[in-house]
């Protein structure tokens, strides 16, 4: 697949832009839309510790081209759901870095330097990958086409991933969630700068797919609890195919995981000094971290690092944030700070993908790889609100059932959580369900599944027949539609927005609706 590094550098075409940090120089993709990329939105971050914003007085490097894809952000390998799909197609060109803190701007064709008459509307997109892997380079979700088809800026951010963004501890302290911090001072940067790349500062989308819609929920509690004088730096919200369902571990419950990247690393996790050795990358270099990740050598168990309810400067513990969801309040907080409006969905066949993210051989590793991601009891809650497999169950069958399993937890029952919690509150929401994806885009076999739409929302046209462009435009149309009327709308919370196999699109009801809701029963709080 061509990437915009390729486009930019065969182009001599050439634009310069003036930030408050000083000049950049962008370029021209073949379409005509204007890119840059890898422009900074903090400092180089120290290992394990929050990034810093850039300060007033900071200056970008003096005549440099911002044409590139120099780097992505150091990840572990072992990505189940990308099989098939080319590195460099996930994370772009380049070297891995620990300061993956940067952020591609595209703007439309129209768009002039200096022209204070442009005011674009403005998606920021997070990419997903389980928190552990991806990059802003990807070329999925490469936005030159749906720009220029949509008069949009469009913002692509990177982020700390695995250990590097997401290790937390309570003995020694460390307060994790880097990676969501990081694409928080990208949102603020780009609420300061984007006007000057042709963006409506006042009219910013927050997209993400997968772990970034993940993310985008994480952020959402985030502006939820924000001081009284602090409004959101955006003021919509898509989330596709992932949200929250349940309260994330704390740093005492993690502290486990911690100690086993020590034992890993030959260290005692007791050291005094143990965090100064695990920050210096010349004691502990960040190839290392990722090579023990990705062969396991930490435990099954403790391979997937997420996010935690730190209590300090990112996620409060009370009222714990589902709770605060339920109550209404989160709902009345963001509509107080700017937010309004928010878009969610998934897709009819999400287990697929999920079912190939971790090996599954036996019965056995179904609650292992599950708990990567919950704690245990859950797991065991879990497992009983599924059919039993027999310990001479074939593989098929455990995959089968770990996919399913796993896509109710992490898409199918929060997308729905989360839309009740919103119209219950009469929060503006729309939901939208995909049952067609493009038929030679689909994995083996043939199944629409998790992450298949990025090429609709993303307006792939290379990869894109042309009748499948028609849909995809008229997908993007008729949600960009359905977002303006949201005010008026009266529709009940089973009605979804649907994509169907057969290319149309119309209001549809769910008829899922009672079987996954039916899971709510096991989480604490709820009583529906």
């Known amino acids: 697949m061509a990437h915009l590094h390729d486009e930019l550098i065969a182009s001599s075409a050439r634009l310069t832009v003036d930030t408050r940090y000083g000049k950049v120089i962008g370029g021209r993709a073949s379409n005509g839309a204007a890119v840059f990329l890898e422009i900074p939105y903090a400092l180089p971050p120290v290992r394990f510790a929050d990034a810093e914003p850039l300060p007033d007085d900071h200056k970008y490097p003096s005549g440099k081209e911002y044409l590139t894809e120099s ?3 150091f990840q572990p390998r072992n990505d189940g759901q990308a099989s098939g799909t080319p590195f460099v197609d996930k994370v772009g060109y380049g070297k891995p870095t620990e300061n993956p803190l940067f952020l591609n701007i595209i703007s439309p064709p129209s768009f002039k330097p200096k022209s204070s008459a442009q005011a674009f509307p403005v998606k920021i997109y997070i990419h997903g990958g389980f928190l552990q892997f991806g990059s802003p380079h990807g070329v999925r979700g490469q936005d030159q086409f749906v720009s220029a088809e949509l008069s949009e800026v469009r913002v692509n951010i990177g982020y700390r991933l695995s250990a590097f963004g997401f290790l937390a501890s309570d003995e020694p302290r460390l307060d994790g969630n880097y990676g969501f911090k990081d694409q928080w001072l990208a949102l603020e940067w780009v609420k300061k700068n984007i006007s000057v790349f042709g963006g409506n500062p006042q009219d910013i989308t927050v997209v993400g797919l997968s772990a970034g819609a993940h993310s985008v929920h994480q952020i959402l509690h985030h502006v939820s609890r924000l001081p009284e004088a602090a409004d959101s730096p955006f003021q919509s919200a898509i989330l596709m195919s992932n949200a929250i369902v349940m309260v994330p571990k704390t740093p005492a419950e993690l502290r486990p995981q911690f100690e086993a990247l020590c034992y890993a690393l030959d260290l005692d996790p007791k050291s005094p000094n143990i965090l100064k050795t695990l920050q210096d990358p010349s004691l502990v270099p960040a190839s290392k971290i990722c090579e023990l ?3 396991d050598a930490l435990g099954n168990e403790y391979g997937t690092f997420r996010g935690c309810v730190d209590n300090i400067s990112w996620m409060a513990s009370s009222p714990d944030l589902m709770t605060w969801q339920r109550s209404g309040a989160f709902a009345t907080n963001l509509t107080k700070k700017g ?3 928010i878009v969610i969905g998934d897709l009819t066949e999400e ?3 999920y ?7 036996t019965p056995a590793d179904i609650i292992v790889n599950l708990e990567r991601y919950y704690p245990v009891e859950m797991v065991e809650k879990m497992m009983r609100m599924y059919r039993t497999l027999g310990e001479d169950a074939g593989e098929g069958e455990c995959t089968r059932l770990f996919g399913e399993i796993l896509s109710d937890w992490q898409v199918h029952l929060p997308v729905r959580v989360f ?12 939901r939208y369900e995909i049952a067609w994806t493009p038929e030679q885009l689909r994995p083996e076999g043939g199944y629409v599944t998790h992450g298949g739409d990025s090429y609709l929302w993303h307006l792939r046209i290379p990869d894109l027949e042309a009748d499948q462009v028609r849909v995809a435009k008229d ?3 008729k949600v960009n539609t359905e977002i303006m009327d949201l005010e008026h709308s009266s529709r009940s919370v089973q009605e979804v927005l649907k994509l169907g196999e057969d290319k149309d699109i119309t209001w549809s009801t769910d008829d899922l609706w009672n079987e996954k809701m039916r899971l709510v029963k096991i989480l604490q709080g709820e009583t529906e």
């Open 71 to 73: 780097s992505y952000g």
């Open 293 to 295: 990740i990705e062969t």
């Open 339 to 341: 937010v309004k409006s």
């Open 351 to 353: 287990w697929y993908l």
């Open 355 to 361: 079912s190939i993210a971790h090996p599954i051989p």
């Open 419 to 430: 839309t009740r919690d919103l119209h219950r509150a009469g929060f503006p929401v729309l």
């Open 475 to 477: 997908w993007l149309k």
